[in-house]
DNA sequence: GTAGACAAACATGTATGCAAGAGGATGGAG
DNA sequence: CTCCATCCTCTTGCATACATGTTTGTCTAC
């Protein structure tokens, strides 16, 4: 096999991880346990702890452990212990003005763009009748992700689009939390339409601008569900 | 292993590990090896084999290379090895197109921000006489990576500058190749010179244009000399 | 000669034991 | 009581042994 031919079958092949593995089950409940505070910020712990609960040996904890640290999710103190990495809401606040930034270059990518054919595809969703709409908050805070995903996605950059993976999966932590009211679930319906309509037309700057306004309110609703959720998940 | 055995192996370091950890030690060790194609694109590879070479056992090796297929150097393949990753232009094109992006995001915050401090610090080594320029070329690359990363911290924003280190060192993996002649070095005090006189008076608009510039003057050369190097890499 | 079964070699995945260091507990001196 | 040296416990860092599955090469039947 040549060489050519050998990187083309690596790059066929799925992915390392394989969904069995104790390394992911471990990673993925310690990340279950981070995102609905069952571990609070702060909170300290150590390997075998993680280990004895989850019944595995320490090898696929410590392997998830570090992932997660990568991630940014949790602090190794050499020799003595892991913390779960403090709320620290300038962080979020960095967050979202780097979410803005790359949605904003995607919008701009797209609008100068010859094809608008993905983009299209969200009218099915978003540019509906009320009565077609969805109601349930969480199921509308997932099709919020998709609509700005998608977004992310039409500009065909891959790199673009892992790096805006990453920092959603970050401001998640708070996102993924249940949204009070459905009043956000209105807006949204009205923002992304704009977007949308925006975009469809190729107006970037427009775009642009509803895009930041949409992704402001978002940050600012976040926030406070984020202090009031985790003030309630300290009390108890 | 000796005492005695360990010792020496420690001591065959040519750098000597800053960090006393073996993570660290292997980590580099294999990025470098990476980085300078003694390990090539699409070469496959196992722990054992890195093991024996660096002299420690698989563990430190396993943690260090599951580091590195998160950051997108390898690939594991379930119980059939280790791969690196195939050399993808596409995705250096891309890459440079998000540098370009967060570098623009950054320029255009410090020009509406209320200090210039830190770029004023860019004047002591971009604005100098001749005779206080840099000449060698391999120095001249980390002057110009510094020159960059200076100006997404100016912008302080942690995360955007984590994510434009990630970007950077991935394209670094080329950029840190010896460049074939000086010529790109005067050409980077100029464009850095511009650069810098037009945020140092606030210009945010020219200031990105001649970023664009640079950015695609670099990128151009970057992937001349790249590809020219894997051939001759390929050949022995 | 060819196809298929099978086993040996080998790769990673996981468990476990030991070593080294950080941090708190303890006890004595002042 | 306070302070400091010392020890002891606990934690991670690393090495090693074992488990599990994949690949590959060989041997046999046809």
Redesign the pocket.
């Known amino acids: 096999m040549s060489k050519a031919e050998e990187a083309e079958a690596v790059l066929d092949e799925p992915q390392?991880?394989?969904a069995?593995?104790?390394?992911?089950?471990v990673y993925n409940r310690v990340k279950e346990d981070i995102f609905d505070f069952r571990l609070l910020p702060g909170d300290r712990?150590?390997?075998?702890?993680?280990?004895d609960r989850l019944?595995?040996?320490?090898?696929?904890?410590?392997?998830a452990?570090?992932r997660l640290e990568r991630e940014g999710y949790v602090f190794?103190?050499?020799?003595?212990?892991?913390s779960v990495r403090p709320f620290d809401f300038v962080m979020f606040e960095n967050l979202y003005e780097l979410r803005l930034v790359l949605e904003t270059a995607a919008v701009r990518k797209i609008c100068d763009g010859p094809d608008l054919a993905r983009i299209e595809e969200l009218k099915d969703v978003w540019l509906v009748a009320d009565a077609d709409r969805v109601v349930d908050s969480l199921q509308a805070a997932e099709l919020d992700e998709a609509f700005h995903t998608t977004i992310v996605d039409a500009a065909e950059n891959p790199e673009l689009a892992r790096v805006h993976n990453d920092v959603i999966e970050r401001i998640r932590i708070i996102r993924r939390l249940d949204f009070t009211q459905g009043y956000r679930v209105e807006r949204t319906y009205e923002e992304h339409a704009k977007i949308l309509q925006a975009l469809l037309r190729r107006r970037a700057d427009t775009a642009c601008s509803l895009l930041k306004a949409h992704i402001e309110e978002s940050r600012a609703e976040v926030r406070k569900i984020t202090i009031h959720r985790l003030q309630a998940a300290r009390q108890s």
């Open positions: 390392g991880s394989i069995g593995s104790r390394v992911d089950h712990f150590t390997e075998s702890q993680v280990a019944k595995v040996s320490r090898t696929p904890v410590r392997e452990l570090y190794v103190h050499f020799r003595n212990g892991w």
